[in-house]
């Protein structure tokens, strides 16, 4: 065999090591959307679970016409929604309660910490809670009617 027609095949290492690095680029941005992916998912969810816990309150204050209050209680870092009297704390097992179910879901502000349902002709004190993690905040709004 003559060694000018002698092919090597194969990639050289500079080769190698720049498709590793585009590799290594786009595995970094799509792990940090990803992230936040998940983050936004965890706090849509977590809205999600707040309104169904209003509604089921407001439907319970409607059904049995009779006035309910949910508490938002927060203590350090952790916040709870309870229904029924402000004092009580999240263990308590006595009444409704929403606990957290995403960890890095904490509400960023809210009109009061009080929210109250009135059965008589199904209405509710005005307010709105703002849930907020890295992803964004979102607005839970909560109207007269």
């Not at 003559?2 to 786009?26: N, R």
């Not at 799509?30 to 706090?43: C, E, N, P, S």
């Not at 407001?58 to 309870?82: E, K, M, P």
């Not at 960890?103 to 910490?113: E, G, K, L, Q, S």
Request: aromatic residues 8%; contains cysteine.
């Amino acid at each position: 065999m003559d060694k000018s027609t002698l092919v090597y095949a194969g990639f050289s290492l500079p080769e190698l090591l720049i498709a590793l690095t585009i590799v290594a680029l786009l595995s970094v941005g799509g792990i940090q959307g990803w992230t936040a992916y998940q983050q936004a998912v965890r706090l849509e969810q977590q809205a999600q679970l707040v309104m169904l816990f209003l509604q089921r309150v407001q439907a319970n204050a409607y059904w049995y016409n009779d006035t309910r209050a949910v508490s938002v209680i927060q203590t350090g870092d952790r916040w709870c929604l309870r229904e029924g009297e402000a004092s009580l704390t999240c263990n308590e097992s006595s009444g409704g309660r929403l606990l957290p179910s995403a960890h890095d879901v904490h509400i960023a502000a809210m009109t009061r910490p009080t929210i109250t349902f009135h059965g008589l002709r199904n209405t509710a004190q005005a307010g709105h809670l703002v849930l907020e993690n890295g992803a964004g905040r979102l607005r839970i709004v909560i109207s007269i009617w």
